[in-house]
């Protein structure tokens, strides 16, 4: 086993807690080691980025990686982090939910490796769906007093009322033992001894490896936890949020172009971080491209790169490579030349994944405003008033030009006899196409 590990990851300033003798243990020999993924949605933001990447680098370390979808879980919802109760999902929505998220954990660990180490997936609801309550409350209940239970941070916050709580329901209570048992299981049936996750789950993580060491003696008795710290934003505001919500791993909720873009206009001092964290560069270059930024920040090297790397982990080099010829088209200084040299397929291409909208030919011909351009009859702008705001910011652009309020587009605007390119200040970029 390579020694370097966890020093790599304290390195990159993925880790938050661990437990004595974790380290010993991973030096020692292949270890097995799992991650649990809350179904909450059919598929996975970038907050899951993290525990995605831990349980890669996991492997490349030469351990066995395991990922838990909370199929059981799920039907509770874990009150780490959470101020109240949250909506229980039913079984068929919890169903899609599960299925989206193996579907998205399948494109970064090869499920159906032969690999001694290859990666394992697993749902929780395969091993919960019959315990029934008395036998959970003899043989797990027993192990765990309600003053231990009491003691986490998560229920600690809930019953004191801070951050505007509300109190906990003895559902979301019980939800710490479910996953500790989880661990439990795990360890016993696929020789499972770490459990790791980000932060907000030490509580539940620990009470996982006590529940193995109550119904373990001896050697059968070890468990290990490891935490990695909640990803911030130097700014105070949250880490994976864009104007339009999350950033999501599947295209079909954040196109490749938006999701490239968070990341190319990462702030410097975040993206000295996030190079760190969210790629798999090592130190040497990753040092090499920090001495280079401060060298020269306008150049936004690190910035580059970052956007490079994870995009191309998570989509792919070609995904990659078109999502950042419609940036550089996009925010060149000779955009209406460069525009007018692409044929309609290539102007597609280039704009593969930027919003786009509709206008009917006859609606178009009888003189569409900017404001229904923005609003009523694309829906780019959530309303009338946020594009009329917009307008009166001198945010809003047509063909790289700003317009006004009153500005009314027309024929002369149009690309290829068909497309008009809306943007609002330099993040955001809308693209109108007019119908036959």
Partial sequence: MTNAFVE?????GMVHDIMPGTEDQLNKEMTTAYIGFDPTSDSLHIGSLVPIILLVHLQR????PMALVGGATGMIGDPSGKSDERNLLDEVALEKNVAGIKSVLSR?????????????????YEWMKNFTFIDFARDVGKRITVNYMMSKDSVKKRLSGE????GMSFTEFTYQLIQGYDFYHLHKHHNV????????????ITTGTELVRRMN?????????????????????????????????????????????FWLNTSDEDAEKYI????????????????????????????????????????SKEDFENAERASNILFSDSFKQDIKTLNESMFLEVFEGVPLAEISKADFDEGVDMIAALAAKTNFLNSNGEARRALKENSISVNKDKVAEDYVLSTEDLINGKYIILNRGKKSTYIVKVGS
């Fill in 193 to 204: 001894v770490l459990q790791m996750g980000g932060s907000d789950q030490w509580g539940n």
């Fill in 8 to 12: 790599d990851l304290r390195w990159r």
């Fill in 217 to 261: 003696v001896g050697e059968e008795a070890k468990a290990y936890a490891m935490t990695c710290p909640l990803i911030t934003k130097a700014d105070g505001s949250k880490f994976g949020k864009s104007e339009g919500g999350n950033i999501w791993l599947d295209a079909d909720k954040t196109s490749v172009y938006q999701f490239y873009q």
């Fill in 163 to 166: 951050e505007g709580s509300v």
């Fill in 276 to 315: 760190k964290i969210f790629t798999f560069l090592d130190r040497k270059i990753i040092e090499h491209l920090i001495v280079e930024h401060h060298e020269a920040p306008h150049m936004r090297h690190l910035q580059k790169r970052l956007a490079e790397e994870v995009t191309t982990f998570v989509h």
């Fill in 108 to 124: 970064f660990l090869d499920f159906d490796s032969t690999a001694k180490n290859a990666p394992v997936l697993v749902n929780n």
């Fill in 61 to 64: 370390a030469g351990h066995k």
